[in-house]
């Protein structure tokens, strides 16, 4: 009984343990959001009202 009870602490252990190590290997959130996600009419716009600014300086 005492057995089956220390392999079943031990299995949690080591899933805690990987969940821990998986984590602290995740790449940090990205907290911008990237030309990708965006539409190609949203950049261009962006671009010209960038530009726009710019030229008004």
Do not use: L
Not at 21 to 34: D, E, L, V
């Amino acid at each position: 009984m005492e057995e089956e009870m220390n392999e079943k602490i031990g299995v949690t252990d080591m899933y805690m343990i990987h969940e821990i190590m998986s984590r602290a290997r995740m790449p940090k959130p990205q907290t911008i959001p990237s030309e990708a996600s965006r539409s190609a009419r949203q950049v261009i716009i962006a671009a010209q009202r960038r530009a726009r600014e710019f030229s008004m300086r």
